[in-house]
């Protein structure tokens, strides 16, 4: 995993950012599930795009509509390459409320983006 200086995000419309604190770049693999549905047996992959404090920005082939609980896995994130600060802001597994949701499409197909906080 790289620590990415600041980047603008093309799947990010201009003049959506919410945050206070300012975002990380990393990549990081994530498995994650509705935990709000009966369904929650049915596990998606996706990737962690950047991280600021109380949430991550995931990228994945499956989105949820916001207000939607997840429940989500680090699968591969070598914290130890990160900067402590960044690393700290981090969680190995999580509940999440899913505050919004872009789709797009690139050279992988139909795609979605989810900005996601920390419950």
């Known amino acids: ?3 990415a200086a600041a980047h603008p995000n093309h799947h990010m419309p201009s003049g959506f ?15 994650f599930s509705c935990f709000t549905a009966g369904d929650t047996h ?29 429940l989500i896995r680090m699968i591969k994130c070598p914290f130890y390459r990160l900067a402590p600060e960044v690393a700290e ?3 190995t597994i999580l509940l999440a409320e899913v505050k919004w949701v872009r789709y797009f499409e690139d050279v992988r197909g139909n795609r979605c983006s989810m900005g996601v906080h920390y419950l």
Not at 17 to 29: F, L, M, N, V
């Open 17 to 31: 950012e919410k945050r206070e604190s300012q975002r990380s770049q990393i990549t990081a693999s994530v498995a």
């Open 42 to 70: 049915r596990i998606f992959q996706g990737a962690v795009r950047n991280c600021a404090e109380g949430g991550l920005q995931i990228e994945s082939n499956k989105g949820f509509s916001k207000g939607t609980i997840l």
């Open 1 to 3: 995993m790289v620590l």
């Open 89 to 91: 802001a981090l969680r």
